[in-house]
């Protein structure tokens, strides 16, 4: 795929260009299909999928390549979506790339050469736990947030500013010198406050100012938010990165806000994975709140949802992170996975 040099300041040029782009996807599967030799029934030798499958599946991204050009649409890229354990400490050998992170820096790569403006906020928790364990360190939780003592903290912005959020960029910028790492502390993105007197630097979000993310974005970068901020006076917080990533999706006013996480969406048990419920109204994801089915991490996305789509932001999705290219799914097919959340 030939994605065009030229920038694209005009939305109406941004259009023009993610219309070609499209085409010109479209043109080298049929191109590649044509090479392969068609069988009678479609099928290409070798190849599992159809090739006329390939190229539908391309042409029906085409709409959706059009309607989201030059959209700023946030993903948030939870901590629990990790599908491989850690790789072992090889003497000298190079780590390979987790599977789950190669897949989605391939999805916003993809989303952002085809016009669309994609700005990922990371999460860390269960890193955070598990490198204060290897500190000795016992992490302890007051109603599902961690109690976060001023080493606590240290620990929280050397995974998530020091380990996370540069290997994310690192990434993604195999595919071009695209993404560029920062946390809720540079350039003011988010001013944090206190969240509650006994949880000691555990933020919550106090204001954010989307300049720093809008002008990486006039430049076609993708900006990856590490969610530490900082109050007034310039003492550092961990905040949750759901609430970050609603507050950023409502402040650049974005198109959609998305959640990669680790179960198919929001299920009316929490017990059941069968029970995904697909679709919901704001005023019907506000009853299930109040219903008591959300628990624990699913909570703070909820709530983030709900504000948003409140607040201008057209849609919310909570997907299954774990499902490779899970983002293009939803975003460039006809296919809806997970829920979905609507004013
Ligand atoms: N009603 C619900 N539907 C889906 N998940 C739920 C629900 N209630 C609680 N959860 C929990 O929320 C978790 C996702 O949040 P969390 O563990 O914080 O992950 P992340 O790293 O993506 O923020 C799920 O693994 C699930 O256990
Ligand atoms: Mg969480």
Do not use: W
């Not at 996305?301 to 909570?318: D, M, Q």
């Amino acid at each position: 795929m030939t994605v065009p040099e030229e920038k694209a300041e005009d939305p109406r040029e941004i259009r023009r260009i993610a219309a070609e782009v499209g085409r010109s996807v479209v043109g080298a599967a049929i191109a590649r299909a044509q090479a392969h030799g068609l069988g009678g029934d479609g099928s290409i030798e070798g190849h599992p999928i159809a090739g006329d499958a390939r190229a539908t599946v391309l042409v029906e991204a085409l709409p959706y390549i059009r309607r989201f050009a030059g959209a700023v649409i946030v993903v948030k890229y939870g901590g629990s979506v990790r599908r491989d354990p850690a790789p072992e400490d090889g003497e000298g050998e190079r780590i390979p790339l987790r599977a789950d992170l190669s897949t989605f820096v391939e999805d916003i790569s993809l989303l952002r050469a085809v016009g669309m403006k994609p700005v990922v906020v990371h999460g860390g928790g269960p890193q955070i736990g598990e490198m204060m364990v290897k500190l000795g360190k016992e992490p302890i939780f007051k109603d599902g947030l961690r109690v976060t003592d001023a080493e606590t903290l240290d620990i929280a912005r050397m995974v998530l500013v020091g380990k996370i959020n540069p290997e994310i960029v690192a990434a993604m910028n195999v595919n071009g010198p695209i993404a560029v790492g920062l946390s809720g502390a540079d350039a003011g993105l988010i001013t944090a406050a206190p969240k509650a007197d006994n949880l000691g630097f555990v933020g919550d979000v106090g204001g954010v100012d989307p300049t720093i993310v809008t002008r990486l974005l006039c430049e076609d970068l993708v900006p990856v938010v590490a969610t530490i901020g900082s109050d007034t006076a310039g003492q550092a917080y961990n905040i949750n990165a759901d609430t970050v990533a609603g507050a950023v999706a409502e402040a650049i006013g974005a198109e959609k806000l998305i959640y990669l996480t680790d179960v198919p969406g929001i299920l009316a048990d929490p017990e059941d994975p069968d029970s995904l419920v697909r679709f919901l109204g704001s005023g019907e994801l506000a009853a299930m709140m109040a219903g008591g089915s959300l628990r624990g991490g699913m909570i703070p996305k909820a709530a983030s949802c709900l504000r948003a789509v409140r607040s201008g932001v057209r849609a919310a999705h909570i997907l299954d992170g774990r499902v490779p290219h899970v983002l293009l799914l939803e975003v460039l097919t006809d296919q809806g996975t997970g829920t979905m959340v609507c004013q």
